[in-house]
Each structure stands twice: as structure tokens, then as C-alpha cells.
């Protein structure tokens, strides 16, 4: 749908401006996802982290003429043929144009909230109902306070039903969501631990949440949870709930027993007096609860029993994250068949560009028929090719009947079709695929993991996964702690700390990280074959490596007389001038850095020479995460701001100076200065105990063999444990050379799995280790944890008396790398 720029001055309450024509199909609030600038209104949305008025001037460079600002800047005065609408808060400006949005649309609208379980009951609903309806829903998990308001704006013409999910983590935050949703029917799936920290009791959190059903005419929940019942009674809602319970037979819904058998559930239930039973394939009591609450739904939109049975029985897994993984020939696989709907496609060409920063790599995209939109496939095939044009793909794969039938409105310069999964996996042409970044995205019928086999690159089941939403997340929880005016240094050495430096630095550059920093010139140069174009420090630099650092621009960490002369020779040889240096300090350390003493010597060198130029001065903090050693962190610091005092009263020009790391930024926030360096607390370890991180790698194995050993038999080489009990002992693919350290044999160390803990039992090999899973429901095949949500890697490192920096970087090279993101 279109509006006029006339017509959202109108919804925003301001009047009497002389507005020039424009119509608005696109709600942008984030500049780097702009794809039709003409069409486009910007919300200049501030935040703690983040001011997006600075951004608008790049926006006018490339076409966009409508913006939502709350103040207006003296450099935009030259924009004379752009519209700026002035309101007190861009966030709720947004909220009210997706709220007057919602209500053209008499449909019934589903509203989805919980602590645990969203996203999957809106992708199981969208599954069952998808034959009855033409379904908007949010994508991905789009429920926050400027993700709601994104969703609802998708709502069109042909949409017959709408399913939103909505999250909050602050006190008085869901009333907004409420006005911009107004869902008909209200889900309320679970009441968990997410989010606990900002309201004061559980009951709190929840009569927060239960605000998006004031105005619905159904609720449907768990009557056997106390809180949400007596929540709901509090806020008048009971006398509209539909409710589901195992304990009471007059509920609405009531659970008779549910039967797991091997991979199946079968829930009796009795509804209006009778009783049905639906088999779901799937066994965990969360999978059992959601399907409960998709159930309920399903009875109220007068669904019939035999139909519902019918379609949960083929309920499929949501995987909820997209994950990039290592191809064949030099090809790197982004796999998205998570969704396949007109915004999951703009989501994820969004982030495959994010991921083409080096030019060499064609952009490749294999796509399916995109069913259920209510679209006439030639109008809705238009504008996906619109879609594919923006997104720059260089290479296009279509399968399905209808992308076949509109194959010429794509004018992409390579382009095959197929008319089923089976006809391009026939055809063989993608044995010709190299050096390509591909993405796949195909609707679930089309069972594009075939693809995916064919393409990836298997080399071990061990693999480490990387939660990159989690890496984002503590990117911005640190951001949040320091002033706007500080700059962050995101620590990528040692191969990001083994999660993968290139995939972390495209993450983190994405996001405006304004510092990297490496530890060797190599690692630095590796990044900018990479496309990495954020500036980055290279702290450990080599004499006779000025050469690689001039010319990938990498500037160096300078910390005694030695490297110092060396560079400024090379640079006067080169006729170079101001090149960008970091002095480091010792202040205490004792590792590496000018002492105090040689300051007056090191300010007669400096202004002595014009090849290099201090960028900034720093220091290392020797123990800032230990309160006991809070005195001797105060006297590094006063030393490292009288150097500086000292050093920028010679040199006549401001130098930067920076002394925090992780834990210097959690505990000593007034010396945060110019900028602060993050390492371990990125990757989701504070050193100071400080809560509020996620975790962002999990090491994960599969079980290769069980076999049941009688007591007092001994288990692994040296034969270091002997049995004494009869134990069902299980056999892991990982070993010391994928990084699992020895010491974590004969029980010193375990892992998760099917949610508990197991034991390593005697000496860690090689390639494998030996776990006791008596009494764990295990079969082979399964996942196990080494280290991860559930067994930090902060706890699997005091078990054998080390560090998790040390347990972090072992991970070996063979171990593949799989990056995932919602």
C-alpha cells in the first residue's frame, strides 16, 4: 500500500507544513538496508548507542527525500527537495504510522507473546493455517519496539490473516506494541527467566506482557500457571480466555495425557465434550507445549479436529537462524530455507551483501516458488526480481513451477530454472559452482537441505557454532556502557578468539565498529583481503614488516626505541608522512611499552621525525578484574594520563589514550577516556562476573558409539579409570587435536547432553573421548555440548584450572566454523 508524504504528516499530527509530493511504500530505520530510495521514509531514531540524524545526509546522497527527524541539523540546509517531518519522538512517530496502518484491516490478527516459544508457535500457526489463509507474519523474530511496527507495515490487500509476535525487556513497553498490533486472538506461549532483570517480580513482567490483549476478544493460555492465571484475573481478561490445562477437565481445553514414543507425541484432549488426539513429531515438552497453544488456535478459528491432526502430524522444526557455512570450490553457503516470504527474502539478500565485502566472490541465489502471498505470481515475481536486481546477484537459480512461468522479468546476467529440487540436482551444474557466495531460499516443500548437502563442505561433525546475534548483542551491551564519544576497539587476534576473525570483523563492521585490533601483521592482512575497511591495529608488529603495513593500511602498536627507529627510517625512505602509530605505555605490566622514565627520550624522537604520527597512547591493565588489586589498577592509570599529559604538551597535536579492557570497562568506567579495547566480554565471558552478556560459541560433537561396560572394567588409554558401577559408557568425536585439553579427562571435565551433564571418562585421545551417560536418555548420533549456554566455557575452564581465552583458542583449525544468525 502507498501513502502520501501529505498523508503521513497527517497521521503524525503536523499540520500547516508545506510538504513537496511523494508517496511512502518503505518504513526504513536502519540507513543500511535502503533498496528504493523514492518510495522510502526514514525515522531518524535515537538511542543511547546510536543517533540516526547522522545518517540522513548519506540517505539524501542516495535518493531518499522523506525523513521523520526530531531536530533539524544546519548541514541539511542545502536539501531544499526534501521533506522533513519534526515530531518529539521518532520511535513512537514510527509506532503511530504502523497503528493507523493496522487499522485499514478488518482480518483476524494474531498476537504472540511470551518469555519463551514465540517465534515458534507464529512459524507452527503459519504451517497449519497457510492452506486456509493468506498470512502476513512478523519475520524472524521481528518483536521488539521497532520490529513490531515493521511487521504491521507489510500487512496489504490480500492478507486474510496476521500473526505478530511481541517481545518486551522494559516496564511500560508492550502498550506501544498494543496499539500497533490490536491482535484479535492473544497467544500467550510462556512465562520464563527471559528479561527478569528489569521488573521486579515475574507477576510484573507478566501483567506487562498480558497488555497486548486489552482490546482482544480471545486469550488463550495455561490456566495451570498461577501467575499468568491470577495475572490475567487482575486485568480483567479472564472472562475472554480460552484456556488449556492438564489438571482441570472443565477447562476449555483440556490435556488428558500425552504419550511420547519414540520421536512422536500423540496429546489426548477433550474439547466441547469430545475427545481427539493429535500426534506431533516431536518429543521435548517445549515442542508439546507450543503445539498445545497452536492447537487452541486452531479450535478457535473452527479448524476440524481431523484436520488439525492431519497437519500437526507434519509440523516441522523452525530453524529460527540462518548459518553461513564453508562450501566446496571456495564457496561460501548462507542457508535460509528458515522462511521463504517476501520480507525473509530482503532480510537475508540484506545480509548475504553484508557478507560480499571481498569484490571476487559472485553473488549467487538459489530460490523456490514463494507460496501463500494472495499475489498473482507475474506481480509477485516482478517485484521479487526488483528484489534480486537491488540485492546485486550476479547469478540466479530458480525452482518451482511459477518462478519458471515468469523466469523473464529476472534480468540477472546468469540465470537457470528448474521446475523441482530433483531437475537442478539432475542437471549437475552446480558442480560448476566456485568461489561463489550462495544463498539458498526455498519454501520448505522444496527441501532445499538437499542442496545444501550438495554444496558444503563437510569435514568434521565437531563443529563450533557462532551465535552472531549474541556477538552483536555484547557489542551494544559494552557500546551502552560507555559514552557515545568513546571509541570501542573490538579485539579480533588470535582468529577472533577461535570463533573466526573474518566472519566476526564483517559482523562487527556491519555494525559500526569503529577499531579493530590484531595481533600480527598477518591477521591483519588476512582481513583486508577480506574486504575489511575499518581501521585496525596491529599490536605485536615485526621491523621488517613496514612494507605489508603501509600497504593494507594497518597502523602499529610502537613499544620501544628499536621498532620506533625502524619505522621512522622506513617511512623517510618512503617519503611517507603522519603515519598513523600507537605508543603503548608500561604502566606496570611489565610486558611490553615505554617505561616512565624513557618518556623525555621518546617525546625527542617523536618530534624529531615527520614519517609517523601518534594516534593514540595506551597501557595494559594487569589485573582489572581483581577488587584486590584495585589500588594498583588506580596508579596505572594516573600514570598512564600523566604520560599522556606529558607527551601531548610537546608534540603539539591531540593523541588519543586508552587503557580499558574487558573488565577495565565493567568495573573502572570513569578512565573509558577516547577509547577502550573489548575482547573476552565479545565473545561473552566477563571477567568481573558481570551479568547481562550471551553466550556466542558452543563446541559441539555427536555421539559415534554407546555400549554398555560391566563394573571394574577400565575405560582409555593407560587404562587411568577403572569402572565401579556397570556404566553405559558413549564415545565423542573430539579430541586433543580438535582442542579438547587432556586435563579434562578422568572426570575432571563434562558436557550436555539431552540436558544434562556427563562426565569424560578416562584419558581424552586424539580424535575422540569417552563419556558415562548412565541414566542420560541418549542413543548415538546425538548432539553434545562440549562448552555453551548450558556449560559456559567459563566453567569448563576453572574445572582444569586454566583461562577461557586459553580454552577459546585451542579450538582447532579442523574444526568447522558455523555462524548463525536469526
Same mark, same amino acid.
Request: hydrophobic fraction near 40%; include cysteine.
Given at each position: 500500500?502507498?501513502?502520501?508524504?501529505?498523508?503521513?504528516?497527517?497521521?503524525?499530527?503536523?499540520?500547516?507544513?508545506?510538504?513537496?509530493?511523494?508517496?511512502?511504500?518503505?518504513?526504513?530505520?536502519?540507513?543500511?538496508?535502503?533498496?528504493?530510495?523514492?518510495?522510502?521514509? /526514514? /525515522?531518524?531514531?535515537?538511542?543511547?548507542?546510536?543517533?540516526?540524524?547522522?545518517?540522513?545526509?548519506?540517505?539524501?546522497?542516495?535518493?531518499?527525500?522523506?525523513?521523520?527527524?526530531?531536530?533539524?541539523?544546519?548541514?541539511?540546509?542545502?536539501?531544499?527537495?526534501?521533506? /522533513?517531518?519534526?515530531?518529539?519522538?521518532?520511535?513512537?512517530?514510527?509506532?503511530?504510522?504502523?497503528?493507523?496502518?493496522?487499522?485499514? /484491516?478488518?482480518?483476524?490478527?494474531?498476537?504472540?507473546?511470551?518469555?519463551?516459544?514465540?517465534?515458534?508457535?507464529?512459524?507452527?500457526?503459519?504451517?497449519?493455517?497457510?492452506?486456509?489463509?493468506?498470512?502476513?507474519?512478523?519475520?524472524?523474530?521481528?518483536?521488539?519496539?521497532?520490529?513490531?511496527?515493521?511487521?504491521?507495515?507489510?500487512?496489504?490487500?490480500?492478507?486474510?490473516?496476521?500473526?505478530?509476535?511481541?517481545?518486551?525487556?522494559?516496564?511500560?513497553?508492550?502498550?506501544?506494541?498494543?496499539?500497533?498490533?490490536?491482535?484479535?486472538?492473544?497467544?500467550?506461549?510462556?512465562?520464563?527467566?527471559?528479561?527478569?532483570?528489569?521488573?521486579?517480580?515475574?507477576?510484573?513482567?507478566?501483567?506487562?506482557?498480558?497488555?497486548?490483549?486489552?482490546?482482544?476478544?480471545?486469550?488463550?493460555?495455561?490456566?495451570?500457571?498461577?501467575?499468568?492465571?491470577?495475572?490475567? !484475573?487482575?486485568?480483567?481478561?479472564?472472562?475472554?480466555?480460552?484456556?488449556?490445562?492438564?489438571?482441570?477437565?472443565?477447562?476449555?481445553?483440556?490435556?488428558?495425557?500425552?504419550?511420547?514414543?519414540?520421536?512422536?507425541?500423540?496429546?489426548?484432549?477433550?474439547?466441547?465434550?469430545? !475427545?481427539?488426539?493429535?500426534?506431533?513429531?516431536?518429543?521435548?515438552?517445549?515442542?508439546?507445549?507450543?503445539?498445545?497453544?497452536?492447537?487452541?488456535?486452531?479450535?478457535?478459528?473452527?479448524?476440524?479436529?481431523?484436520?488439525?491432526? *492431519?497437519?500437526?502430524?507434519?509440523?516441522?522444526?523452525?530453524?529460527?537462524?540462518?548459518?553461513?557455512?564453508?562450501?566446496?570450490?571456495?564457496?561460501?553457503?548462507?542457508?535460509?530455507?528458515?522462511?521463504?516470504d517476501i520480507n525473509s527474502i530482503k532480510i537475508a539478500l540484506d545480509f548475504q551483501q553484508q557478507r560480499k565485502l571481498e569484490r571476487t566472490m559472485k553473488k549467487t541465489?538459489?530460490?523456490?516458488?514463494?507460496?501463500?502471498?494472495?499475489?498473482?505470481?507475474?506481480?509477485?515475481?516482478?517485484?521479487?526480481?526488483?528484489?534480486?536486481?537491488?540485492?546485486?546477484?550476479?547469478?540466479?537459480?530458480?525452482?518451482?513451477?511459477?518462478?519458471?512461468?515468469?523466469?523473464?522479468?529476472?534480468?540477472?546476467?546468469?540465470?537457470?530454472?528448474?521446475?523441482?529440487?530433483?531437475?537442478?540436482?539432475?542437471?549437475?551444474?552446480?558442480?560448476?559452482?566456485?568461489?561463489?557466495?550462495?544463498?539458498?531460499?526455498?519454501?520448505?516443500?522444496?527441501?532445499?537441505?538437499?542442496?545444501?548437502?550438495l554444496l558444503e563442505q563437510r569435514v568434521h561433525e565437531t563443529v563450533l557454532e557462532v551465535d552472531l546475534d549474541a556477538l552483536v548483542h555484547n557489542f551494544n551491551f559494552?557500546?551502552?556502557?560507555?559514552?557515545?564519544?568513546?571509541?570501542?576497539?573490538?579485539?579480533?587476534?588470535?582468529?577472533?578468539?577461535?570463533?573466526?576473525?573474518?566472519?566476526?570483523?564483517?559482523?562487527?563492521?556491519?555494525?559500526?565498529?569503529?577499531?579493530?585490533?590484531?595481533?600480527?601483521?598477518?591477521?591483519?592482512?588476512?582481513?583486508?583481503?577480506?574486504?575489511?575497511?575499518?581501521?585496525?591495529?596491529?599490536?605485536?608488529?615485526?621491523?621488517?614488516?613496514?612494507? *605489508?603495513?603501509?600497504?593494507? !593500511?594497518?597502523?602499529?602498536?610502537?613499544?620501544?626505541?628499536?621498532?620506533?627507529d625502524a619505522f621512522i627510517r622506513e617511512a623517510e625512505r618512503r617519503g611517507i608522512t603522519n603515519y598513523p602509530i600507537h605508543v603503548k605505555i608500561d604502566t606496570g605490566?611489565?610486558?611490553?611499552?615505554?617505561?616512565?622514565?624513557?618518556?623525555?627520550?621518546?617525546?625527542?624522537?617523536?618530534?624529531?621525525?615527520?614519517?609517523?604520527?601518534?594516534?593514540?597512547?595506551?597501557?595494559?591493565?594487569?589485573?582489572? *578484574?581483581?577488587?584486590?588489586?584495585?589500588?594498583?589498577?588506580?596508579?596505572?592509570?594516573?600514570?598512564?594520563?600523566?604520560?599522556?599529559?606529558?607527551?601531548?604538551?610537546?608534540?603539539?597535536?591531540?593523541?588519543?589514550?586508552?587503557?580499558?579492557?574487558? #573488565?577495565?570497562?565493567?568495573?573502572?568506567?570513569?578512565?573509558?577516556? !577516547?577509547?577502550?579495547?573489548?575482547?573476552?566480554?565479545?565473545?561473552?565471558?566477563?571477567?568481573?562476573?558481570?551479568?547481562?552478556?550471551?553466550?556466542?560459541?558452543?563446541?559441539?560433537?555427536?555421539?559415534?558409539?554407546?555400549?554398555?561396560?560391566?563394573?571394574?572394567?577400565?575405560?582409555?588409554?593407560?587404562?587411568?579409570?577403572?569402572?565401579?558401577?556397570?556404566?553405559?559408557?558413549?564415545?565423542?568425536?573430539?579430541?586433543? #587435536?580438535?582442542?579438547?585439553?587432556?586435563?579434562?579427562?578422568?572426570?575432571?571435565?563434562?558436557?550436555?547432553?539431552?540436558?544434562?551433564?556427563?562426565?569424560?571418562?578416562?584419558?581424552?585421545?586424539?580424535?575422540?573421548?569417552?563419556?558415562?551417560?548412565?541414566?542420560?536418555?541418549?542413543?548415538?548420533?546425538?548432539?553434545?555440548?562440549?562448552?555453551? *549456554?548450558?556449560?559456559?566455557?567459563?566453567?569448563?575452564?576453572?574445572?582444569?584450572?586454566?583461562?577461557?581465552?586459553?580454552?577459546?583458542?585451542?579450538?582447532?583449525?579442523?574444526?568447522?566454523?558455523?555462524?548463525?544468525?536469526?
Open positions: 500500500m502507498k501513502y502520501s508524504i501529505q498523508k503521513i504528516a497527517s497521521i503524525l499530527g503536523i499540520k500547516n507544513q508545506h510538504l513537496l509530493e511523494g508517496e511512502i511504500t518503505q518504513l526504513l530505520t536502519d540507513s543500511r538496508k535502503l533498496n528504493y530510495p523514492q518510495e522510502t521514509l /526514514f /525515522f531518524a531514531i535515537e538511542t543511547r548507542q546510536n543517533d540516526a540524524h547522522k545518517f540522513i545526509a548519506d540517505l539524501y546522497g542516495s535518493g531518499v527525500r522523506n525523513f521523520v527527524v526530531t531536530k533539524i541539523l544546519p548541514e541539511w540546509k542545502s536539501f531544499t527537495d526534501a521533506n /522533513f517531518l519534526k515530531v518529539g519522538n521518532t520511535l513512537h512517530a514510527l509506532q503511530r504510522v504502523a497503528a493507523y496502518h493496522r487499522k485499514q /484491516f478488518d482480518i483476524p490478527v494474531i498476537g504472540i507473546t511470551g518469555s519463551n516459544g514465540k517465534t515458534v508457535v507464529k512459524e507452527w500457526l503459519y504451517q497449519l493455517l497457510e492452506e486456509d489463509y493468506n498470512i502476513v507474519r512478523s519475520p524472524r523474530s521481528y518483536n521488539s519496539q521497532t520490529g513490531v511496527p515493521l511487521s504491521v507495515w507489510e500487512l496489504n490487500q490480500n492478507a486474510t490473516l496476521a500473526i505478530f509476535e511481541a517481545g518486551i525487556s522494559q516496564p511500560d513497553e508492550m502498550k506501544y506494541l498494543e496499539q500497533v498490533i490490536r491482535p484479535t486472538i492473544g497467544v500467550f506461549t510462556k512465562l520464563g527467566e527471559a528479561h527478569q532483570e528489569n521488573f521486579s517480580s515475574q507477576q510484573q513482567k507478566c501483567m506487562e506482557k498480558l497488555e497486548l490483549f486489552t482490546n482482544s476478544n480471545v486469550v488463550i493460555f495455561e490456566e495451570d500457571n498461577k501467575i499468568i492465571n491470577q495475572s490475567a !484475573d487482575m486485568m480483567v481478561l479472564l472472562q475472554k480466555s480460552f484456556c488449556w490445562s492438564r489438571k482441570y477437565p472443565d477447562a476449555p481445553l483440556y490435556i488428558r495425557k500425552t504419550e511420547k514414543n519414540g520421536e512422536r507425541t500423540t496429546i489426548h484432549y477433550s474439547f466441547l465434550n469430545f !475427545d481427539y488426539s493429535v500426534t506431533i513429531p516431536f518429543t521435548d515438552d517445549a515442542s508439546v507445549e507450543n503445539a498445545i497453544s497452536c492447537l487452541a488456535v486452531m479450535l478457535y478459528l473452527n479448524v476440524k479436529p481431523e484436520k488439525i491432526s *492431519e497437519r500437526m502430524m507434519k509440523l516441522e522444526p523452525v530453524a529460527m537462524r540462518l548459518d553461513v557455512r564453508q562450501g566446496k570450490n571456495n564457496c561460501i553457503i548462507i542457508n535460509d530455507t528458515y522462511n521463504s541465489l538459489i530460490i523456490s516458488d514463494i507460496l501463500q502471498t494472495g499475489l498473482l505470481p507475474k506481480s509477485l515475481y516482478k517485484y521479487v526480481a526488483e528484489l534480486v536486481q537491488h540485492g546485486r546477484i550476479e547469478k540466479l537459480i530458480g525452482i518451482g513451477h511459477d518462478i519458471c512461468e515468469n523466469s523473464e522479468v529476472f534480468t540477472v546476467g546468469e540465470k537457470f530454472f528448474f521446475r523441482s529440487t530433483e531437475d537442478f540436482i539432475r542437471s549437475e551444474i552446480w558442480k560448476s559452482f566456485e568461489n561463489e557466495l550462495i544463498l539458498l531460499k526455498g519454501s520448505r516443500k522444496y527441501h532445499f537441505e538437499q542442496i545444501n548437502e559494552y557500546k551502552s556502557r560507555i559514552s557515545p564519544n568513546t571509541k570501542l576497539i573490538c579485539m579480533v587476534k588470535a582468529n577472533g578468539y577461535g570463533a573466526g576473525a573474518v566472519e566476526i570483523a564483517k559482523t562487527l563492521q556491519y555494525h559500526r565498529c569503529p577499531y579493530f585490533a590484531v595481533a600480527v601483521a598477518e591477521e591483519g592482512i588476512e582481513l583486508r583481503k577480506e574486504g575489511i575497511s575499518t581501521p585496525i591495529i596491529v599490536l605485536n608488529p615485526e621491523v621488517n614488516g613496514f612494507e *605489508e603495513l603501509f600497504s593494507k !593500511d594497518l597502523e602499529p602498536e610502537v613499544y620501544n626505541f628499536r621498532i620506533l605490566m611489565h610486558r611490553l611499552g615505554f617505561l616512565p622514565a624513557q618518556i623525555p627520550e621518546l617525546i625527542g624522537r617523536l618530534k624529531s621525525q615527520k614519517g609517523l604520527k601518534v594516534k593514540s597512547l595506551f597501557s595494559h591493565l594487569a589485573a582489572s *578484574e581483581s577488587w584486590m588489586f584495585d589500588s594498583f589498577t588506580q596508579e596505572q592509570i594516573a600514570t598512564l594520563e600523566a604520560a599522556h599529559r606529558e607527551i601531548c604538551s610537546q608534540l603539539g597535536y591531540p593523541v588519543w589514550k586508552h587503557i580499558l579492557n574487558s #573488565a577495565g570497562i565493567e568495573r573502572f568506567i570513569d578512565a573509558q577516556w !577516547d577509547m577502550v579495547r573489548l575482547g573476552i566480554g565479545l565473545y561473552g565471558v566477563s571477567a568481573s562476573g558481570l551479568s547481562g552478556l550471551r553466550n556466542v560459541v558452543t563446541l559441539k560433537t555427536t555421539i559415534l558409539q554407546i555400549q554398555e561396560i560391566p563394573n571394574h572394567e577400565t575405560v582409555g588409554y593407560g587404562r587411568k579409570e577403572t569402572l565401579n558401577r556397570d556404566t553405559r559408557i558413549a564415545t565423542i568425536r573430539i579430541g586433543y #587435536a580438535d582442542g579438547l585439553d587432556r586435563k579434562c579427562g578422568n572426570r575432571n571435565g563434562k558436557v550436555w547432553i539431552n540436558g544434562k551433564y556427563a562426565p569424560i571418562v578416562g584419558n581424552v585421545c586424539m580424535d575422540l573421548c569417552m563419556i558415562d551417560i548412565t541414566g542420560i536418555d541418549a542413543k548415538e548420533g546425538d548432539t553434545v555440548v562440549v562448552f555453551g *549456554e548450558n556449560l559456559p566455557v567459563l566453567e569448563v575452564a576453572e574445572s582444569i584450572n586454566t583461562i577461557p581465552y586459553e580454552i577459546l583458542t585451542s579450538i582447532s583449525p579442523r574444526v568447522k566454523r558455523v555462524y548463525v544468525k536469526e
